[in-house]
């Protein structure tokens, strides 16, 4: 599952790319102006994001819609933080 948001086109371009492999893409503007918060990630199913960095910052439509977003199922989280990885 990709979830995405793109302002000019550019990281719907990368999204659709990588969607290639039968990932479920997700407007994440689309998503917000709906209400659609609620997701069932499938035991071996990725998830990812694709946005574009304005201003060194994350644009205030994914920052809302991450913040209401709520994801079940099978989870593996995976974090990067400064060049650390954990899980």
């Known amino acids: 599952m990709i979830f995405?948001?793109?302002g000019t086109g550019n990281s719907l371009s990368i999204a659709l790319k990588m969607a290639e492999t039968g990932e479920q893409l997700v407007n994440m503007?689309?998503?917000r102006d709906?209400?659609?918060y609620k997701y069932?990630?499938?035991r071996g199913e990725k998830v990812g994001f694709i946005f574009p960095v304005y201003?060194?910052?994350i644009n205030d439509i994914?920052?809302?819609f991450?913040?209401?977003l709520e994801i079940t199922g099978h989870r593996y989280v995976w974090k990067r933080n400064r060049?650390?990885?954990k899980v």
């Open 62 to 64: 994914v920052l809302d």
């Open 29 to 31: 503007a689309k998503a």
């Open 55 to 57: 201003c060194y910052t």
């Open 83 to 85: 060049g650390q990885d």
């Open 34 to 36: 709906e209400g659609a």
């Open 66 to 68: 991450v913040r209401h």
């Open 4 to 6: 995405y948001f793109s």
């Open 40 to 42: 069932s990630v499938k």
